[in-house]
């Protein structure tokens, strides 16, 4: 034991022992080549201590920077070198050769170390953006990020006008809303008076209904009476009456045959629209030739059918009545030796338009209008035919079935008078 001790007691004294000659007399202790070896070797300690305090701030500043590692190899590695500078300036006066070998080892284990450890984090190092690449990475996020504030101040802006939008809408919706609810009340109100007035109408078809009772019974059983008791006087009497006498029996017949067409002719006004038949198809073709035979005009009288006219779906004996008041009414009225009548249809895409055209008098554009109202007529009084009610049942008929009627006429020259009907599904050609 003893032994080792006294070894490590020698090996310390050795370690520390001034047995060599100084340094400074390999300089022949020249103060200029000594001078030169001390501010050398201060200056590069000193430099070599600064840098890495310079590195412990770079790194302590930017806590993003990597390899951090081989920072502090650097720092140990460069403080080695600079202290061997200091034990060069020391071993001129202080041979203590041990000491500043074991720090030149030291030095060169570092040394080692570092350089092992920086070869594998070349590669590593050339991989990082060069700062070429990372200022146009650079310029790149700052284009995106002005886009990105672009885009931000147009969602700004598409934001308010969109809440303005909402905004508004709302309000339109509300005043809607409001609307709405004043015209659901005025429906409300509507569909009460349309209720009384339904009432209304029920109660006057009644009484239409009574009055036409009445009319056909007991104002029509009057005159027939009257019309067989004028027909007895001159079957009977006929030869006690004279001339004069037997005119005012025929007067007398005829008014009574005037009075029961008027009223049969308020009968049917009164039916249309409120006593219903089926609907059917109807052959017009067929059913003008069958009004032609009821109506039976005189030799001197020419009824043309112009084209093949439609087969349309209605009820057979309102068209029947539309077109036997207007072919009654050019017969009636024609003041020439031969007249003609001409029937005629023409398709106007979504309805008929359908013609009677005669060469008769003839009506002046004053009373185009007046002649389609009940009770209006221009023929004169002794005309025991005319009733004023045909045209306005044709008038009436026609808009039953939503069309127009109307005359064009110039006086002298004749009358044509149209009504449209409106085509149904059913219609065929």
Same mark, same amino acid.
């Given at each position: 034991?003893?032994?080792?001790?006294?070894?490590?007691?020698?090996? $310390?004294?050795?370690?520390?022992?001034?047995?060599?000659?100084?340094?400074?007399?390999?300089?022949?202790?020249?103060?200029?080549?000594?001078?030169?070896? !001390?501010?050398?070797?201060?200056?590069?300690?000193?430099?070599?201590?600064?840098?890495?305090?310079?590195?412990?701030?770079?790194?302590?500043?930017?806590?993003?920077?990597?390899?951090?590692?081989?920072?502090?190899?650097?720092? +140990?590695?460069?403080?080695?070198?600079?202290?061997?500078?200091?034990?060069?300036?020391?071993?001129?006066?202080?041979?203590?050769?041990?000491?500043?070998?074991?720090?030149?080892?030291?030095?060169?284990?570092?040394?080692?170390?570092?350089?092992?450890?920086?070869?594998?984090?070349?590669?590593?190092?050339?991989?990082?953006?060069?700062?070429?690449?990372?200022?146009? +990475?650079?310029?790149?996020?700052?284009?995106?990020?002005?886009?990105?504030?672009?885009?931000?101040?147009?969602?700004?802006?598409?934001?308010?006008?969109?809440?303005?939008?909402?905004?508004?809408?709302?309000?339109?919706?509300?005043?809607?809303?409001?609307?709405?609810?004043?015209?659901?009340?005025?429906?409300?109100?509507?569909?009460?008076?349309?209720?009384?007035?339904?009432?209304?109408?029920?109660?006057?078809?009644?009484?239409?209904?009574?009055?036409?009772?009445? =009319?056909?019974?007991?104002?029509?059983?009057?005159?027939?009476?009257?019309?067989?008791?004028?027909?007895?006087?001159?079957?009977?009497? +006929?030869?006690? $009456?004279?001339?004069?006498?037997?005119?005012?029996?025929?007067?007398?017949?005829?008014?009574?045959?005037?009075?029961?067409?008027? !009223?049969?002719?308020?009968?049917?006004?009164?039916?249309?629209?409120?006593?219903?038949?089926?609907?059917?198809?109807?052959?017009?073709?067929?059913?003008?030739?069958?009004?032609?035979?009821?109506?039976?005009?005189?030799?001197?009288?020419?009824?043309?059918?112009?084209?093949?006219?439609?087969?349309?779906?209605?009820?057979?004996?309102?068209?029947?009545?539309?077109?036997?008041?207007?072919?009654?009414?050019?017969?009636?009225?024609?003041?020439?030796?031969?007249?003609? !009548?001409?029937?005629?249809?023409?398709?106007?895409?979504?309805?008929?338009?359908?013609?009677?055209?005669?060469?008769?008098?003839?009506?002046?554009?004053?009373?185009?209008?007046?002649?389609?109202?009940?009770?209006?007529?221009?023929?004169?009084?002794?005309?025991?035919?005319?009733?004023?009610?045909?045209?306005?049942?044709?008038?009436?008929?026609?808009?039953?079935?939503?069309?127009?009627?109307? =005359?064009?006429?110039?006086?002298?020259?004749?009358?044509? $008078?149209?009504?449209?009907?409106?085509?149904?599904?059913?219609?065929?050609?």
């Amino acid at each position: 034991m003893q032994d080792v001790g006294d070894f490590g007691v020698n090996f $310390f004294y050795n370690f520390f022992s001034g047995n060599f000659i100084p340094h400074g007399h390999c300089y022949l202790w020249k103060p200029e080549l000594v001078s030169l070896h !001390i501010f050398s070797d201060s200056v590069i300690a000193l430099c070599y201590y600064s840098i890495p305090l310079t590195l412990i701030y770079f790194v302590r500043k930017r806590e993003d920077v990597p390899f951090k590692s081989i920072f502090l190899l650097f720092g +140990a590695f460069i403080v080695s070198c600079g202290t061997t500078h200091i034990m060069e300036v020391w071993t001129l006066w202080y041979p203590v050769y041990w000491l500043s070998g074991a720090i030149k080892a030291f030095t060169a284990i570092i040394s080692f170390y570092t350089a092992l450890t920086l070869i594998p984090l070349v590669p590593q190092a050339l991989a990082l953006p060069s700062p070429a690449q990372l200022e146009v +990475a650079n310029k790149a996020l700052q284009e995106e990020n002005t886009e990105r504030k672009r885009v931000e101040q147009e969602l700004r802006e598409y934001k308010e006008r969109l809440e303005e939008l909402v905004n508004q809408r709302t309000a339109e919706l509300a005043k809607a809303n409001e609307h709405l609810q004043q015209e659901i009340i005025q429906r409300q109100q509507s569909q009460e008076k349309m209720g009384r007035l339904f009432k209304q109408i029920e109660s006057a078809n009644k009484e239409l209904n009574d009055f036409a009772y009445v =009319v056909s019974h007991d104002l029509k059983a009057p005159l027939r009476g009257i019309a067989s008791l004028s027909e007895w006087l001159l079957a009977d009497y +006929a030869d006690k $009456f004279d001339e004069q006498g037997r005119e005012f029996v025929h007067l007398l017949i005829n008014r009574v045959q005037r009075m029961q067409n008027l !009223i049969d002719g308020i009968l049917k006004y009164s039916k249309v629209g409120r006593i219903q038949e089926e609907s059917r198809q109807v052959n017009l073709d067929k059913l003008i030739t069958d009004v032609i035979d009821i109506l039976n005009p005189g030799e001197n009288i020419h009824i043309e059918i112009a084209h093949s006219l439609p087969v349309v779906y209605c009820e057979k004996t309102r068209i029947e009545q539309v077109f036997q008041n207007l072919l009654s009414n050019a017969i009636k009225f024609i003041d020439k030796s031969q007249g003609q !009548i001409i029937i005629d249809c023409l398709d106007k895409k979504d309805y008929w338009q359908f013609s009677v055209a005669d060469n008769g008098l003839g009506i002046e554009q004053q009373y185009f209008e007046k002649i389609f109202q009940i009770f209006q007529k221009l023929s004169s009084s002794k005309d025991s035919d005319s009733t004023g009610i045909g045209l306005a049942l044709v008038k009436k008929i026609v808009e039953l079935y939503d069309g127009k009627v109307w =005359v064009e006429s110039e006086l002298g020259q004749g009358s044509t $008078f149209f009504f449209t009907l409106k085509k149904q599904q059913t219609n065929l050609m």
